[in-house]
């Protein structure tokens, strides 16, 4: 019990404080989305709608219901978020570039 606060604080060293950041774990490290798990693209997406989204899951709007897996998934990574914390991550996500996937339909 005593090492994990030690790790803690050895990790915020090393690769600086990240705080909320960890987005990338499902969107992807371009936030170009993952579909295996349904997270859905991030990069360049509308800094308002994004917003919206997370006060919506912080407030128990959105990721309640039994059939939104992928929105109860998400939930607990917004209900700890601040005012602060989702401004910062709006302003992450928008230094990212918006890459269009490809259409497989298109040959």
Known sequence: MLILPWMKANAAEENGSYD???CTTCHGADG????GVQAPRLAGMEPWY???QL???RAGLRG???SDIEGIAMRPMATKLTD???ADIIEWVGS???VSTEN???R
């Open 55 to 57: 006060e919506n899951f």
């Open 20 to 22: 909320d950041r960890y």
């Open 84 to 86: 602060e914390s989702i």
């Open 104 to 106: 497989p339909y298109r």
């Open 64 to 66: 309640v219901h039994p």
């Open 32 to 35: 170009r989305g993952n579909y």
């Open 50 to 52: 994004l917003q919206r």
């Open 96 to 98: 990212w570039d918006y």
